[in-house]
Every structure is written in C-alpha cells, then in structure tokens.
C-alpha cells in the first residue's frame, strides 16, 4: 500500500453514469405496425391461399414504412446521475408543507371542517411539491434530448411543465425521472468475458 495515493484524484478520473430514455411519438404508427403483424400472422399461417406470398410482401412493406415512422418518431433523453448535494438542493428548493396540526379534545362540525380543509390542501401542496421536486431533479440531470429533427442541451422546468399538459406527458416524466433514479442509485457492474 502506498501512503502517497490521493483516492480523490483517482476518483476523479472517473465518469459520471448516464442512462438514455427512449420515447416514441407516433402511437398511430405502433398501433398500425400492430395491426399489420396481426394480419402478417394470419397470411403467413394461411400460406395455402392465392397471392398469400405478394400480400405477405406488401405488409412487410408497409411495416418497413411504420418502422420509420417509429424512428422518425423517437426521442432520446440522456440523463445523468446526481450528487446527493444536487439532490438535497431540490428539496430544499421545495420544502414540505406544514401539517397542519389536528385540535385536540371534542371538535364540533365547524372545527373539523376547517381542520380537514387545511389537510386537503396540505394533501395537495404536498403533490404539487414531489412534481416540482421531481421536474427539477429533471431538469438538473438532463444532458441532451435528441431527435430526427434535431438535438439540444438540457430542458427547463417550464419546458416540463409545459410537457406535463400533454397526452403521455405524465408518463414520460415518469420514465425520465426513473433513469434519473437509476443513474444516480445503481451501480455498473461490468459483464466482460473473462
């Protein structure tokens, strides 16, 4: 052992982990290639009937089409993982609301009522936090967003916002958000021949 090694300099020879979100933007294309291979299945088992070999040609041409309309349609987010200071910075960015604290001894209708308002809107306040703490975790990891179209670097809160109002907006903040979580929390274990 050497007293000399500096494990930090060593450390920082290393890389950060990634991980690449795959979303696809044409669900008219899936749904169609999905109904293609349906009838595709059924031609090919029906192989017996007249023409089965050109109409089994003309949907493996149209799955050809959709399958470039599917790549025409994808999007790549790469993110990154975080450090636990990066994490902790969006917590404190977005505090816990206060619970509100429930009155002791016999409440009447009036009491209870406004206590199960204010704990409604504890509920809600609560949401709203984890969404802007998670869209914040987002946009601190996202290195590049990448399409056909073309590529950037990074994406805003409000940019995620404003996905978030969109069919499948939900999910794909989801599906970013868990790369982000995997990234940051599971470790690479190399699978090389030996």
């Known amino acids: ?30 749904q169609e290639a999905k109904a293609v291979n349906e009838e595709l299945d059924n031609v090919e088992q029906d192989d017996m009937t007249l023409g089965a070999g050109a109409r089994r040609a003309q949907l ?25 200071s990066e994490i902790q910075a969006s917590q404190a960015a977005h505090p816990e609301p206060k619970l509100p604290i429930e009155p002791t001894g016999i ?17 809600e306040a609560k949401i709203a936090i984890e969404v802007a703490r998670r869209l914040w975790v987002i946009e601190c990891a996202t290195t590049t ?7 950037r670097e990074g994406i805003t809160t409000a940019e995620l916002e ?18 982000v ?9 190399p699978d090389f021949p030996k």
Do not use: C
């Not at 052992?1 to 933007?25: C, E, Q």
């Open 107 to 123: 409440m009447n209708d009036k009491l209870r009522e406004k206590y199960e308002t204010r704990m409604h809107a504890y509920r």
């Open 60 to 84: 493996r041409e149209q799955l050809v089409a959709l399958s470039d309309r599917m790549e025409a349609s994808k999007m790549v987010w790469q993110v990154r993982a975080l450090s636990d």
């Open 162 to 179: 404003k996905l978030l109002q969109r069919p499948h907006g939900s999910k794909w903040i989801t599906l970013v958000y868990n790369a």
């Open 1 to 30: 052992m050497s007293k000399d090694f500096d494990l930090f300099a060593w450390l920082d020879t290393g890389t950060t982990a990634t991980r690449d979100v795959v979303i696809y933007n044409d669900h008219e294309a899936y």
């Open 181 to 189: 979580l995997a990234a940051t929390s599971q470790e690479v274990t």
């Open 145 to 151: 967003i990448t399409t056909e179209a073309g590529s």
